[in-house]
């Protein structure tokens, strides 16, 4: 996100701009929009039940805000970010805005959120109860370390003893794991 707009970079390096607005929290950083703020996530489409579908953008890491960068930071200092620096101040934005009819965010080309996790104990739960609500596809599950700091691209792990494979989804699963060193139980 810069001053002048918000881009998405895929994996093939291809930018595209997007119109929408990504308001700063003015209380913290001085400035009405975000500049500077590199966010890593993925874009997913859900399927509603009326039938439509829709794009949302689902936030998993932060690797700058404001230009500060924070790749060495712990990724649950970085998750806390995503939240109160990106998403908190948006959905003000958007609530304040469609009362007063200010800025129309229907037409924004998708929404924005950050990416549900869960601490490695919760990996059955997660998998039995909250991935079979999805309301799009699941690619599988990232392992994320709390305390491990930003690393770019993913590991294509095969694991099965997370799974029950007759109820959840086949014989076997690709799971992307980013890392599996140094796990502690956080």
Known sequence: MMRDGVYL???KFTVRRVVMRCPAPLKTHGVSTHNATL????MVVDDLADGTQKRR??????????GEKLV???F???FDKIQRLVVDPRN????DAGKSGAYDFTEEPFSVRR???APLSGTKKFIEEFIPKLTHECDGLIFQPSRAGYENGTMQVRIGAFLNPDTV????VTIQVTKLTNITKD
Do not use: H, N, T
């Not at 966010?39 to 993925?42: M, V």
């Not at 689902?58 to 700058?64: G, I, K, M, T, W």
């Not at 989804?169 to 076997?172: F, L």
């Open 57 to 66: 953008f689902l936030v998993y890491d932060c690797v700058s805000v404001f």
């Open 92 to 95: 003000v934005f958007l609530l």
């Open 76 to 78: 649950i200092e970085r």
């Open 72 to 74: 060495e930071k712990p």
């Open 115 to 117: 990416k549900d996790f």
């Open 39 to 42: 966010l890593d996530g993925e």
């Open 9 to 11: 970079i895929d994996r």
């Open 169 to 172: 989804y086949g014989p076997s």
